[in-house]
């Protein structure tokens, strides 16, 4: 909701952005864990903390990782 007010991460040349997708109408200490997000530039990515735990394919066939930090 953030990036409806101000630029991404990307286009303020961010290395690193994280952040909370907590869902609307819902306090914070009530039905959590909520899941969360971290990205990078692509020369930063084997830096990053975590291991991966996960593979799946999106419905359009690209690849994605899930992580534990």
Known sequence: ?????IKSP???NAD????????FGV???YGGPH???????DV?????P???IGV?????GDVCYRMAI
Not at 1 to 5: D, F, P, Q
Not at 16 to 23: D, E, P, T, V
Not at 35 to 41: E, L, N
Not at 56 to 60: F, G, L, N, P, V
């Open 1 to 5: 909701m953030a990036l409806c007010l």
């Open 10 to 12: 990307g286009d303020m």
């Open 16 to 23: 690193i952005a994280f952040g909370n997708s907590q869902r």
């Open 27 to 29: 306090p914070l200490g």
């Open 35 to 41: 899941a969360a997000f971290m990205s990078c530039k």
């Open 44 to 48: 930063l990515k084997r830096k990053m």
């Open 50 to 52: 975590g291991r991966i």
């Open 56 to 60: 799946t394919k999106s419905s359009d």
